[in-house]
């Protein structure tokens, strides 16, 4: 896996895919703390949701760096498909984790908050951050995998899905029918929603973390058998 992983760092460098994304984040969590005094939760979750963006942008990116050819080369050299899924993920989160240690660090670094952050809350923010790119990760990889639409329509299918997400607390709010419909999609809008206080219902962000969670448990199942038993195209 490290082999393979080094190997990614290369292509995926020597690519230049990364710069937009990586860049466009950069800019978002910059002007996001331009001035100081913010609420420190709702700040988090303000960059949790361009976090979860370019998860997505960076996953689809990764996915595909390598032709066809490339690939069936590294299933012989990894001998293994479920180790080359495990693999791409794993170089996934490495740089899913860069931009979740900026996402954290660069307020406390610059002292934007209006007041000095508590242990509870930064693991809060930490596991939201690190429940966001893991969501983002597992969607993108499933939409790419499934391989039902073409490349820029993949884009769009998964911008479609965040916004759901995001929008999901008010739209079953404004229509009550589609709480049975959007069971399918991730509650991040329920997660983030309670962020909007300082000092969240622990209660409350204990259950939602541990649905999106079971989420997560049913996506990464989902992608094992779809990519494992499908011919990558």
Same mark, same amino acid.
């Given at each position: *896996?490290?082999?393979?992983?080094?190997?990614?760092?290369?292509?995926?460098?020597?690519?230049?895919?990364?710069?937009?994304?990586?860049?466009?984040?950069?800019?978002?969590?910059?002007?996001?703390?331009? #001035?100081?005094?913010?609420?420190?939760?709702?700040? #988090?979750?303000? $960059?949790?949701?361009?976090?979860?963006?370019? /998860?997505?942008?960076?996953?689809?990116?990764?996915?595909?760096?390598?032709?066809?050819?490339?690939?069936?080369?590294?299933?012989?050299?990894?001998?293994?498909?479920?180790?080359?899924?495990? /693999?791409?993920?794993?170089?996934?989160?490495?740089?899913?984790? *860069?931009?979740?240690?900026?996402?954290?660090?660069?307020?406390?670094?610059? =002292?934007?908050?209006?007041?000095?952050?508590?242990?509870?809350? #930064?693991?809060?923010?930490?596991?939201?951050?690190?429940?966001?790119?893991?969501?983002?990760?597992?969607?993108?990889?499933?939409?790419?995998?499934?391989?039902?639409?073409?490349?820029?329509?993949?884009?769009?299918?998964?911008?479609?899905?965040?916004?759901?997400?995001? /929008?999901?607390?008010?739209?079953?709010?404004?229509? $009550?029918?589609?709480?049975?419909?959007?069971?399918?999609?991730?509650?991040?809008?329920?997660?983030?929603?309670?962020?909007?206080?300082?000092?969240?219902?622990?209660?409350?962000?204990?259950?939602?973390?541990?649905?999106?969670?079971?989420?997560?448990?049913?996506?990464?199942?989902? =992608?094992? *058998?779809?990519?494992?038993?499908?011919?990558?195209?």
């Amino acid at each position: *896996m490290i082999a393979f992983t080094q190997y990614q760092f290369r292509n995926y460098f020597k690519s230049y895919q990364f710069i937009p994304p990586i860049l466009f984040f950069v800019i978002w969590i910059i002007i996001q703390y331009l #001035y100081k005094g913010q609420p420190i939760l709702s700040s #988090y979750a303000s $960059s949790s949701i361009g976090l979860l963006i370019i /998860s997505c942008w960076l996953t689809i990116s990764i996915w595909n760096l390598e032709s066809l050819n490339e690939k069936y080369l590294l299933f012989t050299q990894l001998e293994s498909k479920l180790l080359f899924l495990i /693999s791409k993920w794993f170089f996934i989160s490495l740089i899913h984790l *860069m931009l979740i240690l900026l996402s954290l660090f660069y307020p406390l670094i610059l =002292n934007r908050f209006s007041e000095d952050i508590t242990l509870n809350q #930064y693991i809060i923010a930490l596991t939201l951050h690190i429940v966001v790119s893991i969501i983002g990760m597992l969607i993108s990889t499933l939409i790419h995998n499934i391989n039902f639409l073409s490349y820029k329509y993949t884009f769009l299918f998964i911008a479609l899905i965040i916004i759901v997400s995001l /929008s999901r607390p008010s739209l079953v709010q404004s229509y $009550s029918l589609l709480n049975y419909i959007l069971w399918a999609v991730p509650p991040i809008g329920d997660l983030i929603t309670l962020f909007k206080s300082d000092t969240p219902d622990n209660a409350m962000l204990l259950i939602k973390t541990f649905t999106i969670f079971i989420y997560i448990i049913i996506l990464i199942g989902l =992608n094992i *058998m779809i990519f494992t038993k499908s011919d990558q195209k």
